[in-house]
């Protein structure tokens, strides 16, 4: 009986051919709007910092823990929040997490400080790890077997599409609006998304198996004081001895759950999966591919509106060649990943994110928009070449009953690429303030370099 739980609950047995009409069309749309509203969200307030910084007077690399913030409430709670589904019922995480996230949004329009605004920030990222630690395990709910590929292809379209718009997103409002709202218009939105989802999205049985509280603590302290500690690391010029206590901690952390989880049957840290070469593979190349790309978006803010004097709007509408770029590509990607294994199809587009990259690095001194915008569209072209092969393939690697972990790891490697973008985004910043864009974009191509010859290894 209780294997059969599992299995339920994972998508197989009795839930195998997903859903189909109007409920997978609606059950599409709960996933798809609720991703796309916590992915913008990692992004949003990017292009904003600038005109953040001046309006509540604080210094640009603390601005930056507007995004910090965001990312390392995710970062700790995901798996936690992942293996808890697996007992309460993904759809129940979902939706509670589209809830806090649309409450936390409208604190963030209302927030008139830093420490406010970073306190709604973090509420709203606790939400946003609801939903990013289940939606995976959702799809392969919903989807039917058949076309479970093409549902992983349009949702990670979905997130790289999202995460790309974010600054031109911003910019649109940012040219009609103050910046608050460019958290209050999630409120509409998710309330609606709650509603869709609280109706589309499938309650099979749960397990009853017991919550291990210990671990979830022993993750979320893990990543916690190995973010905090590297970005203490950043805005201390170097290593104090606060610092090597924190990172020491963080160690101890990550060693102790290691141990606890390793023999587990159903682990919140997937050390059995991790131990696999070519998941542990497809989890680096992903955390450096996201690495890079969030250098680039915290970056290109502050060098095109400062050193090459562009306005918002102007660097929105310039980054829009990014996300066009992704949203025309994905669909070819998902394609070909049917035909080409993921290591072939990951090296190709990250060796292009890193082309991409180096050549932003390299703009003339005086570049036209049009000199812009092509290597714009090249990074696009090799992210979304990358990522929907790449996570199809940690999906395939996990066997039955472990979808949660599989899909808590995609969100996980996302979101911690991120994270250290930011963090290293706000480093940079600190040590190289008049160099800072050219410095990031080549620190983001060589983590795509890395990232490319690592996925080719995939190959061997």
């Known amino acids: 009986m209780t294997q059969q739980v599992a299995i339920e609950q994972s998508g197989f047995g009795a839930k195998e051919d997903g859903l189909a009409g109007s409920k997978l069309i609606f059950g599409v749309m709960a996933i798809s709007l609720a991703t796309a509203l916590s992915s913008l969200d990692s992004v949003i307030a990017n292009i904003a910092l600038p005109t953040i910084t001046a309006i509540l007077n604080i210094s640009r690399s603390d601005s930056v823990w507007i995004v910090n913030a965001y990312q390392l409430s995710i970062i700790m709670m995901l798996l936690p929040l992942s293996s808890l589904g697996d007992r309460v019922g993904y759809a129940r995480i979902y939706v509670g997490g589209l809830a806090l996230f649309t409450f936390a949004s409208l604190m963030c329009a209302m927030s008139k400080s830093l420490d406010m605004l970073i306190v709604a920030r973090v509420l709203q990222g606790l939400g946003a790890a609801g939903i990013g630690s289940v939606n995976t395990a959702i799809l392969k709910m919903i989807y039917p077997s058949r076309l479970l590929g093409r ?39 998710g309330i ?42 950043g805005h201390s010029d170097g290593i104090s001895a606060s610092v090597v206590v ?42 450096c591919s996201f690495t890079a790309q969030m250098l680039a978006f915290v970056s290109l803010p502050f060098m095109l509106q400062g050193a090459l004097g562009r306005s918002a709007m102007e660097t929105g509408a310039l ?31 990250l060796a292009i994110l890193a082309t ?19 290597r714009m569209a090249a990074c696009g072209i090799g992210f979304g070449l990358f990522q929907p092969p790449n996570n199809r393939s940690l999906l395939a690697l996990a066997p039955r009953g472990r979808t949660g ?41 060589s983590f795509a370099a890395v990232a490319a010859c690592v996925s080719l290894t995939r190959l061997l």
């Not at 979905?158 to 009609?176: K, Q």
């Not at 924190?246 to 390793?262: M, T």
């Open 319 to 349: 980054i829009t060649a990014w996300p066009i770029a992704v949203l025309c590509i994905a669909p070819l990607a998902g394609s070909l990943s049917n035909r080409f294994k993921a290591g072939a199809l990951g090296g190709v587009g």
């Open 356 to 374: 991409g990259l180096a050549s932003l690095a390299l703009l003339p001194m005086h570049p036209t928009s049009f000199d812009i915008s092509w």
């Open 405 to 445: 972990n599989a899909s808590g790891m995609i969100s996980v490697a996302r979101v911690l690429g991120q994270t250290f973008g930011a963090v290293l985004t706000a480093f940079i910043l600190r040590i190289a303030p008049h160099h800072a864009g050219v410095v990031a974009l080549i620190t983001g191509a």
């Open 246 to 287: 924190e990172l020491s901690a963080a160690a101890i952390c990550a060693w102790l759950l290691v141990r606890r989880e390793r023999n587990r049957t159903k682990p919140l840290l997937p050390v059995d999966l991790l131990l696999q070469p070519a998941f542990l593979l497809a989890v680096m190349t992903s955390i």
């Open 192 to 233: 609606i998304t709650f509603f869709v989802g609280f109706k589309a999205l499938p309650r099979p049985p749960v397990s009853i198996a017991p919550y291990d509280y210990f671990s979830a603590f022993l993750n979320a302290a893990t990543f916690g004081l190995l973010v905090t500690g590297v970005d203490r690391m």
């Open 151 to 189: 549902g992983v292809s349009i949702h990670a379209s979905v997130v790289s599409v999202s995460t790309a718009a974010g600054p031109t997103i911003a910019a649109a409002i940012l040219s009609v609006a103050p910046w608050p709202w460019l958290f209050a218009v999630n409120v509409p939105l």
